[in-house]
């Protein structure tokens, strides 16, 4: 059974043109002008774009005392209604936990996925058997682990354990990401605005300002380089973040930062609205932030300095944030925008002129697929590719709303706003997931992305690591003794 895509403009990241798009059990095996195949799906007025990544996702994730809502089953469904095609799931150990067992308990979650996952692999403790295991992890295709810099007592490592860490994933050709807040200046600023009477969820935001992000982003960078790892900045929302990977950058350092959709279209006047319910929605961290870091953010994405666009998708429902009711330091971080990335960041981003629709592609799907090596199977058109494409109705609009919204939450964090330009189909693997916005379920039919580890990156940098390397000095007037 063959596929094709007929009459559309295909849209990669670096090229625009007309072409028909031949499918063949899950692949794609031709790409040309008037293919013929055993089903057409027309095209025609529509962009044939690879399918999104989004790269950090927290589904059924146990935190601050619940578990996320939306598991690989309504993520995955609620990612391909958005044209998400791909997810990358964080696989977090409880301190004292091996990660090969924690692994296992994120492979069991994803029984009724609709959509390929992969995972990242979290460091939160360090020791002996973490060491080893990273390089089992590894084996097993995850090649990605990521440091909390922040949540204190829970599962925030400390710059000795980043360190080591660091120089494991360094010898492992692995990639070393953070979640970069300064976590002692955090769990200070939060001690003190609840001994003030602070306890709303406008305190949230003062807990951590742009100057955590900044240190710690700083900071990591500083320890990557010394560690000779190539660096993922998670969440990057402010101009302090920005500027140490734009300067890094600028330096020949490997180190790539990820805005999110939320903290490039809200600002932090959410968390003064009246309803105390609207506010802790919101509450997530980074917190967001004002008009001027968004314009950061945009800029970072329009030269380059930023790389990719995520969701960091951990949604809470309102029961669930109401855990924090007299103590803001309680409600459950976290927001959902799975489903809403790929309508947001084309709407506020090519429909304003931002960003061009090739630029589009590559912050949405092919950048990430590139820094996590799963390029071209994922995020290309290309002949031998997975057929993981959105075929795109740039005139389609809707007004986002939780009660049409596939995720599990019951509200939405981006409700009340049209976007303009959604998905007329979703294909994953081959597989027609929406249908003229209609979801088309197929549970089970996501299967595991394993990656290979990138030697060639590390190489890169281990050639400026080997000149720093003490040499030792020949020397003949050495003192008798070293007083
Ligand atoms: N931030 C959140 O808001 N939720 C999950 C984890 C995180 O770092
Ligand atoms: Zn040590
Ligand atoms: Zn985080
Ligand atoms: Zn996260």
Redesign the pocket.
Known sequence: MTTIIRNGTIVTADLTYRADVLIDNGIITAIGPNLTGDTTLDATGCYIMPGGIDPHTHLEMPFMGTYSADDFESGTRAALSGGTTMVVDFALPSPGQGLLDALQMWHNKTGRAHCDYSFHMAVTW?GEQVFDEMKSVVDQGITSFKHFMAYKGALMVND??M??SFSRCADLGALAMVHAENGDVVAELTARLLAEGNTGPEAHAYSRPPQVEGEATNRAIMIADMAGVPLYVVHTSCEEAHEAIRRARQQGKRVWGEPLIQHLTLDETEYFHPDWDHAARRVMSPPFRSKAHQDSLWAGLQSGSLSVVATDHCAFTTAQKRNGVGNFSKIPNGTGGLEDRMPMLWTYGVNTGRLTMNEFVAVTSTNIAKILNCYPKKGAVLVGADADLVVWDPEKTKTISASAQQSAIDYNVFEGKTVKGLPRYTLTRGRVAVADGVVQPGEGHGQFVAREARPAVNRALSAWKEITAPRAVARTGVPATGV
């Open positions: 360090w000795d354990e360190y080591h």
